[in-house]
């Protein structure tokens, strides 16, 4: 291949999507060995090597290559033609699973497998069997479909991976936007759905640019330009959608996780800080570690400290706190955290007052049980520095306003 040529609108309507696909399936590899077991994860893993395989071998310079590794002309067109029928029948089999479950083992959807199977299967045995038959001595890269569109058995094959590939995609994209109308789909998913509806809907286009171009010569017409100019980068946006949609509804729920556990992580950090002084130890840093290991070993150090801090805590002052923080009209969501801060930093400062061994030091059983599943919400109360001391000191006011007994 001329390396000039790459960047014809021709190599780069083929080349690109093989790309992009080629990426898709790296980002799914590690999530289908690590999961091999789901056949939903090897079922995305298959549809995305045949979409690759279609644009690989579809590209005008490995059809020149096949061709001339096999000696037979034009051999690539049921080659590519059998790909794109299996691509058709693998998108309709993964839908119907991810709509209703890779487990559901019910009569209408062992049906519904067996015929699609068993239909698209037939129709790339047919393919073969039609080349064979078929008159096709002149190699064609650019315009088989036009070219050969009157011949005899080369027709009927054109026609035929049309028609398949036309059928698949009206039912996939009528299965996607039905599924699109349900409730309760998580963002990621319907926006996911929503590109391979796009995806599948500029399939058509393509399924109708290249029959109107092969009728047109029926008629004795020239619209090849349909079949050779306009199909290929249609064909390209179409496979890049329908990549990303099968990507997105994953990647970005991986996404939003890792992004939540590392935002979790940060949140925890002023408390982490505070309770650091309790033990004067640290939690130890690991290169490989990952978010959700370290933001588990934080949230397991600060609720040790916490524990180690309990005896120290007083529930007397920890209600005279909440009772400041709504009396300055923060909301039980929020007043609650920071009474929980400063009855956490009244306690530090009564432990470092108070020896271990000391006799003079408190002896209380506190329900603290509130507190360490909420430290999330006081290590953000932290942060906040002016209003905890706008409670710790109403929160002394109200103590001292208390008679003796």
Not at 22 to 43: E, F, H, N
Not at 150 to 162: D, G, N, Q, V, W
Request: proline fraction near 5%; glycine fraction near 6%; include cysteine.
């Amino acid at each position: 291949m001329n390396p000039s040529r790459f960047f014809d609108g021709l190599y780069i309507s083929f080349w690109i999507p093989a790309a992009v696909l080629t990426a898709a399936l790296a980002i799914k590899v590690p999530s289908i060995i690590k999961l091999w077991k789901d056949p939903l994860l090897r079922a995305v893993g298959g549809l995305l090597v045949l979409a690759c395989g279609v644009f690989v071998f579809a590209a005008p310079a490995t059809i020149a290559w096949t061709n001339r590794v096999t000696g037979v002309p034009n051999f690539s067109a049921p080659l590519v033609y059998s790909l794109i029928t299996a691509f058709c029948g693998s998108c309709l089999l993964l839908i119907t699973a991810w709509r209703n479950g890779i487990s559901d083992r019910s009569d209408t959807t062992r049906r519904a497998t067996r015929w699609v199977v068993s239909v698209y299967s037939g129709v790339i045995v047919v393919l073969w069997v039609l080349f064979a038959l078929a008159d096709a001595p002149v190699e064609r890269v650019h315009d088989l479909d036009t070219y050969y569109a009157t011949t005899a058995f080369m027709r009927e094959e054109i026609l035929l991976y049309l028609l398949a590939h036309t059928v698949a995609c009206l039912i996939t994209y009528r299965l996607i936007w039905n599924w699109i109308r349900t409730d309760g789909l998580d963002v990621w998913l319907r926006s996911g759905l929503k590109c391979l509806g796009v995806g599948y809907a500029m399939n058509l286009i393509y399924d109708g640019s290249k029959l109107t171009a092969v009728v047109a010569r029926w008629t004795g017409h020239d619209l090849d330009w349909l079949s050779t100019a306009l199909s290929p980068p249609v064909a390209a946006v179409s496979a890049i959608l329908i990549a990303v949609g099968f990507i997105l509804p994953h990647a970005g729920q991986y996404l939003h996780r890792r992004a939540h556990t590392r935002l979790s992580h940060w949140r925890l950090r002023p408390l982490y800080l505070l309770t650091r002084t309790v033990t004067g130890a640290r939690v130890p840093f690991k290169l490989r570690a990952t978010p959700e290991l370290r933001l588990t070993r934080r949230e397991t150090f600060i609720r040790d400290a916490l524990l180690h801090l309990s005896r120290y805590i007083d529930e007397d002052l920890d209600q005279r706190a909440y009772d400041a923080a709504v009396g300055l009209g923060r909301e039980a969501g929020r007043a609650r955290p920071l009474a929980h801060a400063v009855t956490i930093q009244e306690a530090i400062d009564a432990k470092r007052r108070t020896r271990e061994d000391d006799a003079t030091a408190p002896l209380r059983s506190p329900d603290i049980e509130d507190l360490l599943d909420g430290i999330e919400a006081v290590s953000r109360a932290l942060r906040h520095t002016d209003d905890i001391r706008a409670v710790r000191e109403r929160a002394a006011a109200a103590a001292e306003s208390v008679p003796a007994p």
